[in-house]
Nanobody, 119 residues
Framework: QVQLVESGGGLVQAGGSLRVSCAASGSIFSGNFMAWYRQAPGKQREMVAVITSGGSTNYADSVKGRFTIARDNAKNTVYLQMNSLKPEDTAVYYC?????????????WGQGTQVTVSS
């Protein structure tokens, strides 16, 4: 079974913080790199953070120093702690394997969680 369930988004003022979570099925999570992606209105989806199965991390320049990705291997869950949020961080946030999982040749995505940062 393939499943990705994101949660924790919301509305926050600029400068605030938010933590989003993602529960993944074992077939996607176990032993794989996991990542957070985001898609703002009218823009392509972009990767913002990635974490290896061993916990090494890497970040897009736009979020480096503000966002932290973490994973709980016992719970098949990945987190994204977002601090010092900016209006340009407004987007739907998705988690997925890196590279993204596919089902029958089609990339699989969960429903995502909306993050809105007001100025």
């Amino acid at each position: 079974q393939v499943q990705l369930v994101e949660s924790g988004g919301g509305l926050v003022q600029a400068g605030g913080s938010l933590r989003v979570s993602c529960a993944a099925s074992g077939s996607i999570f176990s032993g794989n790199f996991m990542a957070w992606y985001r898609q703002a209105p009218g823009k392509q989806r972009e990767m913002v953070a990635v974490i290896t199965s061993g916990g090494s991390t890497n970040y897009a320049d736009s979020v480096k120093g503000r966002f932290t990705i973490a994973r709980d291997n016992a719970k098949n869950t990945v987190y994204l702690q977002m601090n010092s949020l900016k209006p340009e961080d407004t987007a739907v946030y998705y988690c997925n394997r890196f590279p993204p999982a596919s089902v029958a040749g089609t990339t699989y995505w969960g429903q995502g969680t909306q993050v809105t940062v007001s100025s």
